[in-house]
């Protein structure tokens, strides 16, 4: 339907949890989530990029996801020519979350870059999460040469590139000037709530959410991400307790506010009241690990919007379903003539009779109906077997 389109998705990722009846810990499910990772990278990457991106997104697109001001401030554009050290590139590469692979026999992986020296040039490889292969840069007396993808299961390049944008590792990317400061916050917070839990009695959840966020605090310090850095989302946004964070939604609009795209919900009296509920649900699944000791409070920010929340930033919308309940024809836009708005609350016609619902009959798969033939119920065990027999 839309060929010449940039076609992404936005998944669902599996998130952690602690059961305290079984005493069992679930962490996320990384060999699972890189790759649903690199969908949603190539998602906000295509929505930075052009005009006309759909983006197939499940209701977790109602979760925080970094800073979209950051995000594309952080992006670096090369050109071939451009003057370029390796310790130059190394740096800009480390201050966007790309992690460097030291060791000869360790394997590149998305988000990481590797330095290769050879006779007459340096190479440096790096793997985009959002890329399906690694690109690779060539530099040679200080100067950027070429610019080429790699397959490294084949090693064969493609067409020489003459420029290549470079977005961040991680949607959670900050400047180092910040850092320091969200990590004070944190450290902060950590204090509070290591006094508190200690003096309930609870000891043993004081010692592990003590010793799990000093090391992520090192990991922070050093590198600028740690694992499950979402968690410190508002640390590293300076948002206020309880404040909205950024979402999938603000990457359309590029941070600006701008409500010039088009959200299709489909099957929207199921995805409705999913919507309804992701808040709640999350709030009950943060509370049990920050009661044990696995999450700061402050977890309880890093959560899908509240319905208010997400109604406030969403402009024309087009539900579709075969059962619409009230809230979906209460929201229905009214078209009149060339041009359209939105419904009075409470839904209702416009002075034409339009009430925003319209009836849709489409086979999109291209096949005909079957025809029907109809047969007496007379021996029909016999006449369903002779149907069956070859």
């Given at each position: 339907?839309?060929?010449?389109?940039?076609?992404?998705?936005?998944?669902?990722?599996?998130?952690?949890?602690?059961?305290?009846?079984?005493?069992?810990?679930?962490?996320?499910?990384?060999?699972?989530?890189?790759?649903?990772?690199?969908?949603?990278?190539?998602?906000?990457?295509?929505?930075?990029?052009?005009?006309?991106?759909?983006?197939?997104?499940?209701?977790?697109?109602?979760?925080?996801?970094?800073?979209?001001?950051?995000?594309l401030k952080a992006r670096l554009t090369l050109r071939v020519g451009d003057?370029?050290?390796?310790?130059?590139?190394?740096?800009?590469?480390?201050?966007?979350?790309?992690?460097?692979?030291?060791?000869?026999?360790?394997?590149?992986?998305?988000?990481?870059?590797?330095?290769?020296?050879?006779?007459?040039?340096?190479?440096?490889?790096?793997?985009?999460?959002?890329?399906?292969?690694?690109?690779?840069?060539?530099?040679?007396?200080?100067?950027?040469?070429?610019?080429?993808?790699?397959?490294?299961?084949?090693?064969?390049?493609?067409?020489?590139?003459?420029?290549?944008?470079?977005?961040?590792?991680?949607?959670?990317?900050?400047?180092?000037?910040?850092m320091e400061a969200a990590c004070l916050n944190i450290e902060q917070e950590?204090?509070?709530?290591?006094?508190?839990?200690?003096?309930?009695?609870?000891?043993?959840?004081?010692?592990?959410?003590?010793?799990?966020?000093?090391?992520?605090?090192?990991?922070?310090?050093?590198?600028?991400?740690?694992?499950?850095?979402?968690?410190?989302?508002?640390?590293?946004?300076?948002?206020?307790?309880?404040?909205?964070?950024?979402?999938?939604?603000?990457?359309?609009?590029?941070?600006?506010?701008?409500?010039?795209?088009?959200?299709?919900?489909?099957?929207?009296?199921?995805?409705?009241?999913?919507?309804?509920?992701?808040?709640?649900?999350?709030?009950?699944?943060?509370?049990?690990?920050?009661?044990?000791?696995?999450?700061?409070?402050?977890?309880?920010?890093?959560?899908?919007?509240?319905?208010?929340?997400?109604?406030?930033?969403?402009?024309?919308?087009?539900?579709?379903?075969?059962?619409?309940?009230?809230?979906?024809?209460?929201?229905?836009?009214?078209?009149?003539?060339?041009?359209?708005?939105?419904?009075?609350?409470?839904?209702?016609?416009?002075?034409?009779?339009?009430?925003?619902?319209?009836?849709?009959?489409?086979?999109?798969?291209?096949?005909?109906?079957?025809?029907?033939?109809?047969?007496?119920?007379?021996?029909?065990?016999?006449?369903?077997?002779?149907?069956?027999?070859?």
């Amino acid at each position: 339907c839309f060929p010449l389109h940039a076609a992404e998705a936005e998944p669902s990722l599996q998130p952690e949890a602690y059961m305290p009846s079984s005493d069992t810990y679930i962490a996320k499910t990384t060999s699972i989530n890189d790759e649903l990772d690199a969908l949603r990278h190539r998602a906000t990457k295509s929505l930075f990029e052009r005009e006309d991106v759909v983006v197939v997104s499940t209701v977790s697109c109602i979760y925080g996801l970094g800073l979209p001001a950051n995000y594309l401030k952080a992006r670096l554009t090369l050109r071939v020519g451009d003057e370029l050290s390796i310790e130059r590139i190394s740096t800009l590469l480390r201050d966007i979350l790309y992690v460097e692979c030291e060791g000869a026999g360790e394997e590149l992986e998305r988000g990481t870059y590797r330095v290769c020296h050879s006779y007459f040039s340096t190479d440096v490889l790096f793997w985009p999460p959002y890329e399906v292969r690694p690109i690779r840069l060539q530099l040679s007396d200080g100067v950027l040469v070429g610019i080429s993808s790699v397959d490294t299961s084949l090693h064969a390049e493609s067409e020489p590139l003459s420029c290549v944008n470079v977005y961040p590792a991680r949607h959670h990317v900050m400047p180092k000037s910040q850092m320091e400061a969200a990590c004070l916050n944190i450290e902060q917070e950590l204090e509070e709530h290591v006094r508190a839990l200690r003096a309930d009695g609870q000891h043993d959840a004081a010692s592990r959410i003590e010793l799990r966020t000093k090391e992520d605090l090192i990991h922070l310090r050093e590198s600028g991400v740690c694992a499950g850095v979402e968690n410190y989302s508002r640390h590293l946004s300076f948002r206020d307790a309880g404040d909205a964070p950024e979402t999938l939604l603000e990457y359309f609009t590029r941070g600006e506010g701008a409500k010039d795209w088009l959200l299709v919900v489909d099957e929207s009296h199921v995805s409705l009241p999913q919507l309804r509920g992701m808040y709640n649900a999350d709030r009950s699944r943060k509370a049990t690990l920050i009661k044990h000791g696995f999450r700061l409070p402050s977890a309880l920010d890093n959560r899908p919007l509240r319905e208010e929340e997400f109604w406030s930033k969403i402009g024309a919308t087009l539900f579709v379903s075969a059962t619409p309940g009230p809230k979906e024809e209460n929201l229905a836009a009214v078209v009149e003539g060339e041009g359209g708005k939105k419904a009075e609350e409470g839904g209702g016609e416009d002075e034409e009779g339009n009430d925003g619902v319209v009836e849709m009959i489409i086979r999109p798969t291209g096949i005909l109906d079957p025809e029907i033939e109809v047969k007496p119920t007379k021996d029909q065990l016999n006449v369903m077997l002779e149907e069956v027999t070859p």
